[in-house]
């Protein structure tokens, strides 16, 4: 539909929350994403409804085209069970080498469901970046995909990559692990990346903030989903005093930890402990920035096939480009 079309229907059903409007496009466009109430799954059913989602990446892409060709190999780490999958655009304009980790709450997602974003986002930053396929759970709870995404960073330096060459980035439950990864770093006085950017990154178990009440359903991903992902990831109740588990619990040193790229989105229940995370690493004088895009929803990177998201995604890759 051209642009004008929703500007039309727009203006017959605003939805305004915080002075700030819900794209058109990603409102009419969430009538049509299919949703699931997590607490109604038993666990069995789990790996089926994974299967389908990568099924329907196969077949369905919101996401916008690579700009520029992009070739992949696949990777076992360490003669292990951990795959990872390497992305090389045919243009590469960093030294710099990312390594992503995808979102799903830690109970759903792969490299197959985050292939074609990753497409779009090495053909448009010109760099090399690294898919992790981790322990998901409820099989593998907390810190299974830690101790993952840990090996795949000691795979990467080990493959000759340096630490300052190396960028840490994921999406929602993939930029909790990313930030996880980072604060383990930086407690074991281990190697720093250069560098993280955290999209829309679920942060603490809490559940508490402004927006997470303001927009516990309708918007994509709900409050009892976010619950729901937080419980079946949590091994004991002591993982809510661990930093690596809830972010917010983090002591933060300015000299060890790594320039932060923080998204976040203005119709996102996770928006406000996003916010808290980045004003934590600013309190430490941390080079943090936040890209905030207050009428997009949780995932909107995801579908960037939508006008609206796809200005959001150029704009914090741009930006990205500036630390990579």
Same mark, same amino acid.
């Given at each position: 539909?051209?642009?004008?079309?929703?500007?039309?229907? =727009?203006?017959?059903?605003?939805?305004?929350?915080?002075?700030?409007?819900?794209?058109t496009?990603?409102?009419?466009?969430?009538?049509?994403?299919?949703?699931?109430?997590?607490?109604?799954? #038993?666990?069995?059913?789990?790996?089926r409804?994974?299967?389908?989602?990568?099924?329907?990446a196969?077949?369905?892409?919101?996401?916008?085209?690579?700009?520029?060709?992009?070739?992949?190999?696949?990777?076992?780490?360490?003669?292990?069970?951990?795959?990872?999958?390497?992305? %090389?655009? #045919?243009?590469?304009?960093?030294?710099?080498?990312?390594?992503?980790?995808?979102? =799903?709450?830690?109970?759903?997602?792969?490299?197959k469901?985050?292939?074609?974003?990753?497409?779009?986002?090495?053909?448009?930053?010109?760099?090399?970046?690294?898919?992790?396929?981790?322990?998901?759970?409820?099989?593998?709870?907390?810190?299974?995909?830690?101790?993952?995404?840990?090996?795949?960073?000691?795979? $990467? /330096?080990?493959?000759? #990559?340096?630490?300052?060459?190396? %960028? /840490?980035c994921?999406?929602?439950?993939?930029?909790? /692990?990313?930030?996880?990864?980072?604060?383990?770093?930086?407690?074991?006085?281990?190697?720093?990346?250069?560098?993280?950017? $955290?999209?829309?990154?679920?942060?603490?178990? %809490?559940?508490?903030?402004?927006?997470?009440?303001?927009?516990?359903?309708?918007?994509?991903?709900?409050?009892?989903?976010?619950?729901?992902?937080?419980?079946?990831?949590?091994?004991?109740?002591?993982d809510?005093?661990?930093?690596?588990?809830?972010?917010?619990?983090? #002591?933060?040193?300015?000299?060890?930890?790594?320039?932060?790229?923080?998204?976040?989105?203005?119709?996102?229940?996770?928006?406000?402990?996003?916010?808290?995370?980045?004003?934590?690493?600013?309190?430490?004088?941390?080079?943090?920035?936040?890209?905030?895009?207050?009428?997009?929803?949780h995932?909107?990177?995801?579908?960037?096939?939508?006008?609206?998201?796809?200005?959001?995604?150029?704009?914090?890759?741009?930006?990205?480009?500036?630390v990579?």
């Amino acid at each position: 539909m051209p642009t004008w079309c929703f500007k039309f229907i =727009g203006i017959f059903g605003k939805t305004i929350s915080r002075g700030h409007m819900l794209d058109t496009q990603t409102k009419i466009f969430l009538k049509f994403i299919p949703t699931k109430n997590l607490e109604e799954i #038993v666990n069995i059913d789990i790996p089926r409804i994974r299967s389908s989602y990568e099924l329907r990446a196969n077949f369905i892409s919101t996401v916008a085209k690579p700009v520029t060709s992009v070739s992949y190999e696949d990777f076992r780490i360490n003669q292990s069970r951990l795959n990872i999958r390497k992305y %090389s655009p #045919v243009k590469i304009n960093t030294s710099k080498s990312i390594l992503y980790f995808h979102g =799903g709450g830690y109970a759903f997602g792969s490299i197959k469901t985050h292939h074609e974003l990753l497409m779009y986002y090495s053909s448009y930053l010109g760099a090399e970046i690294y898919s992790l396929d981790y322990s998901l759970s409820p099989e593998n709870q907390f810190p299974a995909a830690l101790d993952d995404a840990f090996e795949s960073y000691k795979w $990467l /330096l080990n493959r000759g #990559v340096p630490s300052k060459n190396v %960028s /840490l980035c994921g999406d929602s439950a993939g930029g909790h /692990l990313a930030a996880s990864l980072s604060y383990k770093l930086a407690q074991e006085d281990f190697l720093l990346p250069d560098s993280q950017l $955290l999209i829309y990154p679920m942060i603490s178990p %809490s559940c508490n903030t402004e927006s997470f009440k303001l927009y516990e359903s309708n918007y994509f991903l709900s409050a009892s989903n976010m619950r729901w992902i937080w419980s079946k990831l949590s091994n004991n109740s002591d993982d809510k005093a661990n930093p690596c588990f809830d972010l917010l619990k983090g #002591v933060f040193n300015q000299d060890r930890f790594p320039k932060s790229i923080i998204v976040t989105a203005g119709f996102d229940p996770l928006c406000d402990e996003a916010e808290k995370y980045a004003y934590l690493l600013h309190q430490k004088h941390i080079n943090i920035h936040q890209l905030h895009y207050p009428s997009l929803i949780h995932g909107f990177a995801s579908m960037s096939r939508l006008r609206k998201a796809k200005l959001a995604v150029d704009n914090f890759l741009d930006e990205y480009k500036k630390v990579l």
